[in-house]
DNA sequence: ACCCCGCATGTAATCCTTTACATCACAGAA
DNA sequence: TTCTGTGATGTAAAGGATTACATGCGGGGT
């Protein structure tokens, strides 16, 4: 067993109450005993019991994060900006990735639900109602890339529309008028926002409206790489292709390689987030930059302010910005 | 505030600890005795305070671990499998990526060391005396890729020799005579076992020796990348690399597009890891393939073990296994 | 008719820390 | 000398859940 405070108050021959003001506010307690108590918490390898402050505390500087199993890079990130953040204030970061059932991710909150002080949830299909009463109204969360709708919880999101609609305004000005679309699936937020800006721009810049130029993929590399043998197939055949994410995007990359094509020559481009890998292909990728690390950052800031009660539920957006790259037929930013 | 095991007692008219028995292990209670403890809880929206619960059970069923911040899609691998198999058995994880400083790393230690019941550590240039004052002895400790010294931590490491023997052997079959070699630095565990199996795989083949084809780099994309240049200024140049893992790998792929050059035709490259990317690039990557999710099932595994003392420390090696693709020159696996 | 046993439930100790309040000793003032 | 104020330290009550042990009730055996 573990030394306790009891451990150290008795071989220092001092009460608890001293040891534990030692330890932490150093309220006036005299100098010789002070030293007399530190000397016996280290020869005692002496730790507080955290979990038995917790519950006096009333708090567990722990916040919850649950995350979709995709998006490798892209949760690195976000998980990146969460921890310099959380670390920052003296909190900690309970992870769960790789939940893909609605039940599961359900027992995953329940199960962290007396034990953080706050929840982040990054869930893009997920419907409000159910977390109302899963969820008790004393405890603060804040949801990411995702339907902003209700009062009660804190949102933030990326500026899916406008990025999108740069991307494909940006292959009109290439000179492309049939652009394909690859989204991420009919559920997913981040992925219905994106298809809104594609359509907005093909219908502003007059480019071909054609439905059969929307391919459905589901955010994967695979289901990028898949859906070149469908572009293939269009008649007459698309010229460029936007891309709902990167990874998708890497996937279509290595779709037209092992097609013997290659872009931006046969199949221009674009795809969204700007992961660290769309520099390091070849030819590297045209993306609309998402802001992943600042998404993180961002959300642990107001997720802390709304556990220290210093604000109110708000609904904020980050904007993207066009990366011109390769593969879209610009030559690479500096 | 919310409501308490006394709260729920209070309405459901029993006393706790029919409440507890209820909730938990459903005791011997009457049938309406249960439903009637049930609706109550329902009705004020209780959930027991984790905190209280893990002070009373002496353990909190959370599992502290620490990353470097490097590695992106690595530790994505690594940390499903954690979550995977914690999640199995009921258990939470504690993440902390992106400690660069060996003094930040020291004091996230400390910062976890009363709430976990135990800890999983990535970090390649661990010294173990460190840890040794750092740890209390009643906290089991799983070592990731580290050196495997002391008998007091658990140890568990890819086969990076012999790995890096087999990628050097098959670039010999492939008729190379200089390969180089792209370090991880010389701090680094991995990097160094590594180049012991690039060495001994020179040292059996006959291959070229000079110390010069040993370039230094630091496990990063940009330095797989910079690297390319100094390859290219070698005297005769080198037809092959060995780059010790993949984000290097796939950097240097990048340079070499950079000038115009192209694997495996300018140069033969194969990587170390086998990242989901290493699949993806074009030409698509030749690596030594390490189980990283199985790195990490295996780690928790191995940490509950320990945890519930049905085990002492162990070292284990987890076997690699090369994957032949396009950048050394074969035509791709199936 | 009496006793005992078992089932359902309650009481209270325990986990470890923090902290409001109590106490004690001593110095300086009257 | 006695009283008071102050600084240092101790005592004990939370905080919320689990659980060993205690209690009380009713039915079955003799």
Tied chains: 1, 2.
Aim: with cysteine.
């Amino acid at each position: 067993m573990d030394a306790t405070i009891q451990d150290v108050a008795d071989r220092a021959d001092v009460s608890v109450a001293t040891v534990s003001r030692v330890l932490n506010g150093s309220d006036r307690v005299r100098e010789a005993t002070k030293e007399e108590v530190v000397k016996a918490a280290r020869s005692l390898g002496y730790h507080p019991n955290e979990t038995a402050r917790n519950l006096r505390a009333q708090e567990t500087r722990m916040v919850g994060v649950l995350l979709p199993n995709m998006h490798g890079e892209f949760f690195a990130q976000v998980t990146r900006g969460l921890d310099r953040k959380a670390r920052a204030s003296g909190h900690h970061l309970m992870v769960s990735n790789s939940h893909t059932q609605e039940d599961e991710a359900k027992a995953v909150i329940q199960s962290l639900l007396g034990r953080v002080d706050g929840l982040i949830l990054l869930w893009p299909r997920l419907s409000h109602d159910f977390l109302d009463d899963l969820v008790p109204d004393s405890l603060p969360v804040v949801l990411l890339n995702t339907d902003r709708s209700g009062p009660r919880f804190e949102t933030l999101a990326f500026d899916n529309h406008d990025g999108a609609y740069a991307a494909v305004e940006h292959l009109a000005e290439h000179g492309h008028e049939r652009v394909a679309l690859l989204t991420g699936g009919p559920q997913n937020y981040d992925a219905r926002e994106r298809r809104s800006g594609y359509r907005a721009a093909v219908a502003d810049y007059g480019l071909d409206a054609d439905p059969s130029l929307e391919l459905e993929g589901d955010f994967t590399r695979e289901s990028g790489r898949a859906a070149v043998e469908q572009i293939r197939s269009l008649t007459p055949r698309p010229t460029a292709l936007f891309a709902s994410n990167d990874s998708m995007a890497l996937g279509v990359l290595r779709g037209l390689h092992e097609a013997g094509l290659e872009a931006p020559d046969d199949l221009a481009v674009v795809g969204f987030d700007d992961i660290p890998m769309a520099h390091y292909v070849a030819p590297s990728l045209t993306t609309v930059h998402a802001p992943m690390q600042e998404l993180g950052e961002r959300a642990m800031e107001r997720l802390l302010a709304l556990v220290q009660d210093d604000a109110s539920p708000a609904h904020q957006t980050l904007h993207t910005r066009l990366v011109r790259r390769e593969s879209c037929g610009c030559s690479p930013e500096p």
